[in-house]
């Protein structure tokens, strides 16, 4: 190569301006990708108005929390929703006990060892099409195995066993889309060092997608724990407090919801006032419980070096 080839100085890349057609494109996108948040949040921003203002007038009342609806007639002031907040969280709980442990091992099991397996595949299907089943269609199933063929009682538990069945694909979706996004790196870099998959996956991989999996198991608890039909058809609605979940009818948010419309709410400030109140006590027992997982996440998360 000649000196004079070395000495010749280089050109700087020419830089179009941007033409008239994309910048359009630009803030047409921009003004349709705001309006569709728009048109997201303010409806959800407008329910949670509504339910706010109309049920704070009872949940600031003492008692609205520490008293049950036992013995109270529907035009009767007083009362409260301890009955209701005990059966949602022990069938929520229960629900969350048998969903949470197979969702994950799904999601494990197809990301990690049999994504291009006949077994994965049809995991895969019929993961899919758990995700679609209606509530109702679920409730009927339990109702068909468990109390028509097995003879079991409707009773709690077999709610918890229909919103199983609406949990259960929910969790396998977003652990399997979490445990995808974790870069492949530190696996092969815990195998180079000797580190059994198992191992692997338990210290590492689980650690590093745990926030996105406990946000998808919220959602799906926060789904399940507001599903009227299982409650209709499984197990009816109690006014008072009962803490067995294998027989008797046992009070629920969704159900004193229901059974409060049934009563005349709309028409009556007495049945309306306690619905728009349980409305709004699931609401924050739902945001409890999502804060608490969060900072269980946090807490457990992988620390930054």
């Known amino acids: 190569m000649t000196t004079a080839a070395l000495d010749a100085p280089v050109k700087p890349e ?29 409806p959800l921003i407008w329910v949670l108005f509504s339910v706010v203002t109309k049920g704070i007038g009872v949940v600031l009342d003492s008692t609205w929390w520490t008293h049950s609806q036992a ?11 301890y009955h209701a907040i005990v059966g949602t969280l022990l069938q929520g709980l229960v629900c969350a006990a048998i969903s949470i442990p197979v969702g994950i091992f799904v ?15 049809v995991t895969t299907f019929m993961v899919d099409i758990l995700t679609g089943v209606p509530s109702i269609v679920a409730a009927l199933f339990i109702y068909a195995l468990w109390v028509a063929t097995l003879g079991f009682d409707r009773s709690g538990l077999a709610v918890s066993l229909s919103l199983v069945l609406l949990m259960v694909p929910v969790i396998v979706r977003s652990t399997e889309e979490m445990l995808r996004i974790v870069p492949m790196d530190l696996r092969e870099a815990a195998y180079a060092l000797g580190v059994p998959k198992w191992k692997t ?27 009227t039909a299982p409650l209709l058809v499984l197990v009816g609605y109690a006014q008072a407090i009962n803490f067995d979940m294998f027989s008797g009818f046992q009070g629920s948010l969704p159900g004193m919801m229901y059974d409060q ?41 992988p620390k930054k070096v």
């Open 107 to 121: 999601g494990i099991y197809l990301v990690e060892y049999g994504g291009g397996t006949r077994l994965g595949k």
């Open 71 to 81: 013995g109270m007639t529907a035009f009767a002031a007083g009362g409260g929703v």
């Open 14 to 42: 020419t830089f179009h301006p941007v033409s008239l057609r994309r910048k359009l494109t630009n803030h047409v996108a921009t003004v349709l990708v705001t309006m569709a948040v728009l048109v997201a949040v303010v």
């Open 261 to 301: 419309v049934s009563a005349g709410a709309g028409a009556n400030p007495i049945p309306t006032d306690r619905m728009w109140g349980a409305a709004l006590t699931l609401i924050l027992l739902i945001a409890v419980l999502n804060v608490g997982a969060r900072l269980l996440a946090k807490l457990f998360a």
């Open 201 to 227: 996956i338990l210290r590492i991989v689980i650690p590093t997608a745990l926030s996105g999996i406990v946000t998808g198991i919220m959602l799906a608890l926060a789904r399940v724990m507001g599903e």
